[in-house]
């Protein structure tokens, strides 16, 4: 019975309080959601919040195991109702039409009450779900967009599922931007650290190309010192590779910085593999490059 959320007026006398519900006399305990409904339109927009704790206190006073969030949805059933009913009986009415504009006034006052979301009506949630899609869209591509519609808006259990899922989305959407900026600063870090390693000016190849170079540190490579035949200089392929990557570039002319090319780490280091530098090095090729290693310079 809906006598058990509403506080009554007592028959026959003054209302103690304007708040109470119900007529001077011939009060019917199945008329009680009425009663509640004919009151608001009696009552400034002003006084709706204080209409509501007055029956809110009420109903949590009368009932322990009761609690706000039951309330409020009873509230809102009753107001649905009497509305709709108002909407389709009595549309062209004129004080229908007056009434309708309280109920819907007196709804939307609820939304300062509302935790829960109760007070969303089906065309917000129709706007919401439209926003959220379409920001789901702007990160998720469109395949992904149309399961998550077609599996929680149109299945059996509603779009409150949509709307956990939802959540869900965005939450893993929110740590995947902190991730991004993450490796974003880490990138930084990265940059900054390549800058000590890689000089900003590199010495530049004014003619030739990059195969004259790669022979030159190729053979400074393989040096020997006199007298003992060891070796002179040891390193790994990767790293003369690099070095000649980050210090040298290739330029068509000796005047425009634009105009200056990377030389291709890749490709370099193919030839300290010796996967192409084992051509360079044979005896018939020698007259293409450079020569450093003299059999008649004296080393002392």
Same mark, same amino acid.
């Given at each position: 019975?809906?006598?058990?959320? $509403? ?5 026959w006398r003054?209302r103690?309080?304007r708040?109470d519900?119900g007529?001077l $006399?011939?009060m019917?305990?199945?008329h009680?959601?009425g ?11 002003q006084?709706y919040i204080p209409f509501y704790?007055h ?27 009497d ?10 009415n004129t004080r229908s039409?007056?009434?309708i ?5 007196f709804?939307?006052?609820l939304?300062?009450?509302d935790?829960?979301g ?13 926003s ?5 869209m702007?990160w998720?591509n ?8 077609s ?5 059996e259990?509603?779009s ?10 965005i939450?893993r959407?929110?740590?995947l ?19 000590n390693?890689?000089?900003?000016y ?6 030739g190309?990059q ?7 190729m053979q ?10 060891n ?15 980050n ?19 890749d490709?370099?280091l ?7 530098g084992k ?12 020569n450093?290693k ?7």
């Amino acid at each position: 019975m809906d006598g058990k959320y $509403f506080k009554l007026r007592k028959t026959w006398r003054k209302r103690k309080n304007r708040f109470d519900i119900g007529p001077l $006399f011939n009060m019917n305990p199945i008329h009680i959601s009425g009663y509640f409904v004919m009151r608001i339109f009696n009552i400034t927009e002003q006084e709706y919040i204080p209409f509501y704790q007055h029956h809110k206190k009420y109903y949590l006073a009368c009932n322990p195991d009761g609690n706000e969030e039951t309330f409020l949805a009873k509230v809102l059933e009753i107001v649905d109702k009497d509305r709709k009913s108002r909407e389709t009986l009595y549309y062209y009415n004129t004080r229908s039409k007056t009434r309708i504009h309280k109920l819907t006034r007196f709804r939307e006052a609820l939304k300062e009450v509302d935790r829960w979301g109760l007070t969303v009506t089906n065309e917000e949630r129709l706007r919401q779900s439209v926003s959220y899609v379409q920001e789901i869209m702007n990160w998720q591509n469109t395949n992904d967009t149309k399961s998550v519609l077609s599996k929680f808006l149109f299945d059996e259990r509603g779009s409150d599922q949509f709307f956990i899922e939802y959540q869900r989305i965005i939450e893993r959407k929110n740590e995947l931007e902190v991730l991004l900026e993450k490796e974003q600063s880490t990138v930084k870090d990265l940059q900054n650290q390549l800058k000590n390693v890689a000089p900003e000016y590199k010495i530049a190849i004014l003619n030739g190309d990059q195969k004259l170079l790669i022979d030159l540190f190729m053979q400074l490579r393989d040096l020997k010192v006199p007298r003992t035949d060891n070796n002179f200089l040891s390193a790994k392929p990767e790293l003369w590779a690099r070095l000649i990557h980050n210090y040298f570039t290739l330029s068509h002319t000796n005047s425009k910085e634009d105009n200056r090319q990377l030389l291709s780490y890749d490709t370099i280091l193919d030839y300290f593999k010796d996967n192409l530098g084992k051509e360079m090095l044979k005896s018939k090729n020698r007259s293409k490059y450079f020569n450093i290693k003299e059999s008649d310079r004296i080393y002392t």
